[in-house]
């Protein structure tokens, strides 16, 4: 394992995210929506450098299952959303790979009638988009390497690692696009 970003670069990339996020916003109520499970560390840290009027939830998208490495059909659980009708919207992920699962929630919440829906992601992987989106926020951009930490996971551990690390080919059961 390789630390590709430490606590420190972390903390850094989390304020300058809250920074565009605050100027952006203003004083606009908002509502955050992380994207289980990996977003939980970054959505902690990020909210409480925010300066709006904020409401949390959380949405359960999965196109992972068991021990795969690559996407699969994605799963969305949307039973922790608030009120999403007439508000500003900020979907918040811990990684841009393919796009997919972003892409899909945004369109998901669109739907529900907000004011706006933007997106933030701690993560993008250079190199393996497949969607027309881009998140409006980014922490940092990184290689197209399997990466765990701060939220991120392999088969539900490395997430309490306090930095983001790649994670060693041999480690991976399959091919591994995180």
Known sequence: MNVLLTATQLHEGV????????????????????VMTGSLV?????????EMPLR??????????????????????AELLPELAGRHVLV???IFDTGQTLAALLEQFDR????????AVLLRKLGRQRV????????????????????????DEYRNLPFVAILDPATLDEESPR
């Open 112 to 119: 529900l009638g907000p004011a706006s829906v933007r997106s």
């Open 132 to 155: 027309a989106i881009a998140p409006d926020h980014v922490g940092f951009e990184i290689p197209d390497a399997f990466v765990v930490g701060y939220g991120l996971d392999y088969r």
């Open 56 to 77: 949390v939830g959380v949405v359960q998208a999965r196109s992972y299952r068991g021990n795969a490495t690559v996407p699969g059909e994605l799963t969305v659980h």
């Open 92 to 94: 918040v992920d811990d």
């Open 15 to 34: 304020r300058r995210l809250a920074g565009e996020i605050n100027a952006f916003y203003g004083q606009q109520p908002l509502v955050i929506v992380g």
């Open 42 to 50: 970054l959505v902690a840290d990020l909210i409480r450098q925010l």
